[in-house]
Nanobody
Framework: QVHLVESGGGLVQPGGSLRLSCAAS????????MGWYRQAPGKDRELVASITSGGNTNYADTVKGRFTISRGDAKNTVYLQMNSLKLEDTAVYYC?????????WGQGTQVTVSS
């Protein structure tokens, strides 16, 4: 069974920074990649950033130049460094792991950008 745990969310002022972490556990190997999605109230869940097992990254246009996704030294961990946060970045952020034909999701962590 695959289990993902996110951490690092919280309340931050506009222009501030946060770093999200996600660690996956379970009998998993040779994953396809990991990523971060977010869902704001009343909106659909959207891709924020992803990283493949080969290290290729992809970002939503709305976060390019502000957010950075990276893999940790520990197996199956991923981070999301979020800088220059804006009010519209407020959402629940979800970590996802792609393995074979399956996607595994974390429980989500709240990020609130407010003055």
């Amino acid at each position: 069974q695959v289990h993902l745990v996110e951490s690092g969310g919280g309340l931050v002022q506009p222009g501030g920074s946060l770093r999200l972490s996600c660690a996956a556990s379970g009998s998993i190997f040779s994953i396809n990649g990991m990523g971060w999605y977010r869902q704001a109230p009343g909106k659909d869940r959207e891709l924020v950033a992803s990283i493949t097992s080969g290290g290729n990254t992809n970002y939503a246009d709305t976060v390019k130049g502000r957010f950075t996704i990276s893999r940790g030294d520990a197996k199956n961990t991923v981070y999301l460094q979020m800088n220059s946060l804006k009010l519209e970045d407020t959402a629940v952020y979800y970590c996802v792991l792609h393995w074979g034909s399956s996607n595994y999701w974390g429980q989500g962590t709240q990020v609130t950008v407010s003055s």
